[in-house]
């Protein structure tokens, strides 16, 4: 008897679109090895030269977003804190809202920072490309705010 046949009685046909189901690798040393890397879960599988460019390419995406935004999280808090009505109401609906925006901050760094911690030279790459990037476009260009100490508190993970 056959037991390569499934439950259905039918055998699946070859599909060549989609992967082989393959285990993810994990390294704990730098490694330059692109294929059968997960990035944050085993659906972000990278099995080939196309996927590790396209992963490459969201990496930078999201590390620029998140300099977007601890750069709007700066204005925002620099906005409000300035508009704050002197009621102790006004000023703990700032501190709660800032502190949920904080939170999100943090968690976001914490994301990229699991992205680098594959261990993955092309990842870490497009981690520090994604961080020069988003600085690049997303911070003040005046000179006041680069000689200002404009870091907003946050754990930075890169």
Not at 30 to 48: Q, R
């Amino acid at each position: 008897m056959d037991h390569s046949m499934h439950a259905s009685g039918m055998d699946m046909p070859d599909m060549p679109d989609m992967p082989e189901h393959r285990m993810c690798k994990m390294s704990m040393l730098l490694t330059t090895e692109y294929e059968d890397v997960c990035v944050l879960t085993s659906k972000w599988h990278i099995y080939n030269f196309r996927d590790l460019v396209l992963s490459m390419i969201a990496i930078i995406v999201l590390t620029a977003g998140y300099e977007l935004l601890k750069n709007w999280t700066l204005k925002w808090e620099k906005r409000n804190s300035v508009n704050l009505i002197s009621s102790q109401s006004g000023i703990k609906k700032f501190k709660l809202n800032s502190s949920i925006v904080y939170g999100i901050t943090v968690f976001y760094s914490f994301i990229i920072m699991l992205i680098f911690m594959t261990f993955n030279v092309w990842l870490m790459i497009a981690v520090a490309i994604g961080a020069a990037v988003g600085k690049y476009f997303f911070t003040s260009n005046s000179v006041s705010a680069i000689q200002a100490n404009t870091a907003p508190n946050s754990l930075n993970c890169h």
